[in-house]
Every structure is written in C-alpha cells, then in structure tokens.
C-alpha cells in the first residue's frame, strides 16, 4: 500500500492540558526529548524525502496535515514558511492537500491569511457543547477553553474563511448528553464531524460509569437516530464509513474498517513514527528507529510495524476474522487492541461496542421492501443514476461555501431543469467513471470540483448549450466524459466555456485553446460499432479510468486502437453466433464503455459504475467470450449491492448469496470440463440450501427474488 498521507509534527508542546490527551496523558512519553518546534532543515528534508516518493510512485496526491501538540504555536510567520515550503516542493510532482488539526485557541485572522494563501483546510477539536468540551478540554490553569474555540470556529465560518472549515473533531464521552454534544456541533455548521472513540486498551480500558458492555454504541446510536431524523445535513464520518462498508464499500476512517494504512508521522526531530494513536500502547509504541535525514518514505513504508498495518483481514486476531462484521469494524483501531500479554493480536477493547453499533446501523438502515432494480437492466440503470444523483448532492453538500463548487452546482440545476437537456445529464451521470469520481469526492481524495465540473461541461457540449466555468485544473490534460482530451501547457486556472457546442479555454495567462483551433492538442475518444447497431466508447484517456485491479494501458496510437476494435467486434460477433439473445439475459453486461488493460489481464471489472468493462490489449475474441457471462453476472450484482439492500448487512445470508451466485458463474465458464462444473454446481447447491435455511428476515424481498433467481438457475443446470 502506497503511503498517501503524512501527518507532520510541527510542534511538540500544546496551551491546552486536556486529560485524555493521547500525547501527554498516555503511555508514550517521547515528546519530552522532542525539539519545541520542527527546524527549517528538518522542514526541507521531510518535504523532499515525501516529494521523492511522491514522483517514485507516480502519487496523483498527497494530504500532508499539520499537527502537534498544538501546530498554531509555531506563529503565523512560522507557519507561512511551512506551507511554502511544503507546496514550493510537492506541488511540481502531485497534488498537494493541506490540512491542519488545532484546538482552536490561538487562531486569528493571521493564521487564517496564510491558510488562504495556500488553501489549507483546517479541523478543530471541539468535545460539544459547553458542559461536555470542558469535562477535559482545559488550560492548565483550569480554565474553560470553549468560548476561545467557538471564537475561533464563528471567524473560520465567515464568508472569506467558509471555503477552509473542514470539520470537528469529537472524543466521545459517554457521562456527555450525546444528543446535546451533537447539536451543539451540528449548530456550529460543519462540513463534517468526527467522534472518536477515546484511547484505551486492554490494559487501560474505557470508562464505564453503567458497566455496560455496549455503552459507546449505545451513545453513538442515540446521534445516528438524531442524524438520520434531521436527514443527515451534516456528514458524520464514522457513519458514512459504517454506511459505506456494510454494502461494500470502502472504508473512511482508519479506525474502523479492514483497508490498508496509508499514513506515515514525522515527529519534530525529523523521527518516522507510525499512527500516533499506538502512543496510549506502551511507551516507544510507535517508534520505528527511523529519520528523515539517514531513511526515505519507501524504507519507512516497508517498516514491519508499518505493514502490520496493511495486512487487512490477516492482521486481525482469529477471533475478529470470525465475527460477521469484520469488514465494517476491522477490529477497530489498531492501538486499541493492545494487551501487554498479547501486544496487538486481540479484538478491540471497544469489540462490544463495535459489533452493536455496526448491527444497529445495519438494522436501522436496511430497506427491506422490493426494488425493481432486480428485475432487468433498464430498472438498475435507473437506480444507478439515481445512486449517483444523490451522491453528486452529497459531495457538493461537502464543499458548500466554496465558490467553484457552488457555481458548478449552479450550472448542474441549471442543465438539469432544461428539458431538453435532461436527456444528456443524464448520460453523463450513468458514465461509469463519473461514478469513480463522486467516490473519489465522497472519501476525500479530490478536494477540487475538477472532475464533476468537467462532467457537467461535457453535458453542455453534448446538448449545445452556452455555459461558463471557471475552476483549478490539477491537470495539463482537460478530459471531457464520454468525448475527448484537451491538452493543456500546464495545470491552472481555467475559465471553460461552451457556445453553441464549440468548446473553448482560456488560462490566467490570457491564451486560448479550442479543439477546431488546435486539432493536434485535442483527441477525440473512439467509438466502436457493433453487429446490433450499438457502439462501445473506448475509454482509454480518461483519468479516473484506472480503477481496475491491473494496470490499464497509456492511450493507444491509431493502429493499436483499430486493431482492439477488431478484437473486439469479432469477440461480439462471436458471442452473438454462440449465443443468440444473450442481451436479454438478466446477468448480461451491455457495456456501454470500454477501456483497455495491459497485456495478460483477461478481463476484468472495477470500482467504477455499470457498464465499464476493461479488457487486456491481446485479448482473443474466445478467452473474451468465455470471461463475459461471468463478469456479467458479477457486475450486476455489485450494481445491486450498491443501489439495493438485498440482506441486513453483516449476517451470513449476504455472503452465502455471494457465493451461490460466483458458482453458477464458474458451473457456465467451465462448460467443456464436466468435472469443475459438477464441483461448482454442488458448491453453488450446499450455498443455497444454508441460505435456505437462515433466519426469516435476514434476506430483504430483493435478496429474496434474487435467491430464487439463483434456485431455479441452479435446478436449471441440474436437468
């Protein structure tokens, strides 16, 4: 796993002496030989040492968050020199995201200057209302903290400001009213809100004024319910992550959830540490015995306690691999799992708490009544762009305030309640990748409305339509969905505009670009004909394409692109002859997009939406036909997954349907070895008949109409 993010110690001492304070209050007491502030040669190292990384592994971005202690000690002056620094370095090699965590204490329009200046997002810890913050959030003279912190909350919600409000970040406490700590949180305006189990371990374990084994679940259900009721105006990041592993999806916290660590510490002194949190372990926790000055972030990264980390559900202890929640908990937070007679191979110390929690989401959530989507393509089509519409709100809801955000969701209303162009938004909004991008937004991997705005002006190109857009393009290349590339002299601001469907942009610089002014800059996407008078768009530029489990091929020249055509129309045609009205089957991929990998990768899906299907350059038109029924029927079901509820989430009956339905995949692929086929087919009958034999109410109707869908293909293999 590729290290992503890196939190930078930029001072090590902190004007708050809260007592749960992960730092100062826990096992690991390292700070006391750290220096006060982080030097300037110490600054330089860490920014070309993660700038060399960056270039080595072809990063697209980086998040680089500033934090202590306290980071605003270090002075507005300080502070300037740091984000100039940081972005004067990574900015030429990826793109850079800032981001700072403070107490809020010392913020002043000062430090707000220079966070606008270099686009910093800024989060603040903030424990609810007045009663909850100062139970521990204190100076060290006792002193209430929490009119300093809404001072500083109410000056970074002003207008100039706005754009850098990241969130709040809440420790949970469960002698605190939880309904009371979130509305006052959810009153201060927040893009999003974090709430934070507080450290603890086997060793140390939480608080418990009920001796209740479910106490923090129960406190963070009560907000979920007051969440979900107010219609979740406000996002709640260890919900969404919940939301989003329960049906598949990845997880958005490293406290929760089985993906891979992708963060690296520097402390002050230059030291490589891991994940802070392990502080409340033991004492040195967290040490790798690693610099800045004598190791690179490659050597960092295959640090064993490093990769303990990445290890996903072999890192977890048997018990936890074993619990049908797993991919939504992920054994929790990796320090919170310590003991100091099996170090790190336990459950979590909150397990109780994790597994109501995740049930009780999964409970409250779960849609049990039909969706169409089941029933044929034209059905999950529909829900697909309606999944997308709704995650197109939500990542603009993200980023309100923001004024390229605001104004390419003003232009989205805008061609959306235009009739006649209703029909091309939404083409664009089933673009499979489109799909990659909400996603990408949604998790914090694009902070820039790039990707969307470019969409939107598609459509305008598409429906002939005058608009107007301005935004920063991360990019030299300026890709349209479902049309084309513009290349670009370098990444910047650019205003796009479209006139009667003519395509133009103008750089700050004053130079102009248009495909018919400079055909050599512009690439059109290919399409490709098919025998049935449809075409499949050969996708082979567009940026977010590369979200297959195998590389996918830089644009192809001309003859590499006529010969995959050909591979292609000669693989459909076969399917075609071998196959006739396999369209109309329920688990057919009618791929509408299609983009190629390299050479040796079969065929394959993504994470991306329905209808992108990525096939190896040298596919054979025979291997082609005998992958597509089982991808087909893969591909419909994580479509269903994603825009369905077809079991409660995290019971036995989802993944049991899972795997009846992967067999009658494999009984159809492996149609001339009679023996593999019998073997899946009695695979795929042991499945159903467990599935048969769940609790009522595990399965949703959906799920239900999709066992029985299987039962009877099964039965139909079988005579």
Known sequence: MKLQQLVLKIHSRCDLACDHCYVYEHADQSWKGRPTFISEETLG???RRFADYAEEQKLPS??????GGEPLLVGPVRMRNICAELTRTLAPVTTLDLRIHTNGVQLNTRHLAVFKEFGVKVSISLDGDRAANDRHRRDRRRRSSYDRVLRAINLLRTPEYRHL????????DVANDPVAVH??????????????????????????PANSPTEYADWLLKIFDRWDRQGRTVSVRTFESVLSTLRGGPSLTEAMGLAPSDLAVVETDGSFEQADSLKTAYDGAPGTGYDVFQHS???FARHPGVRARQLGLAGVSATCRRCPVIESCGGGLYAHRYSSGRGFDNPSVFCSDLRAFVDGVAERT????????VHGHDELWYAQGESNRHSLTHAVALHSGEPDWDEMWRAFLYLDGTPDVTPDVDEILAHPYLSTALKHCLHDRVTTPAPLASAIIAVAVRA?????LTWDQTAPELHLPTLGTLALPEPGRI???VTAGRLRVRTTAGDEYAPEDTPDAWRPLPSIPLADGTALLLDDADPLRDCYPVPVTPPLDPDDTALFSQRLCTAYALMDEREPGWRDGVNALLATTVTPLVAGSGVRLGAHGLGALGVAVDCEPEEFVRELPRVGRLARLTALRETADLNVPGNRAGRLLDEASRELGDATYFTSDAASRAAALERAGRALEQLAARPDGELTETGAVLAEELRAEWAGHRD
Do not use: M, N, Q
Request: hydrophobic content about 40%; proline content about 10%.
């Open 45 to 47: 190292k860490v920014a």
């Open 366 to 373: 779960t849609e049990h009544a039909l969706s169409p989507a």
């Open 464 to 468: 002939r339509t005058d608009l107007k």
């Open 297 to 299: 972030f490659a050597e």
């Open 183 to 208: 509305d006052a949180l959810a009153s201060l305006h927040p893009p999003r809100i974090d709430y934070l189990l507080p450290h603890s371990t086997w060793d140390t374990p939480p608080h418990r």
């Open 495 to 497: 205003e796009v505009s």
């Open 62 to 67: 980086v998040s680089v968050i500033l934090h």
């Open 165 to 172: 409000y990241s969130g709040l970040l809440c420790t949970v």
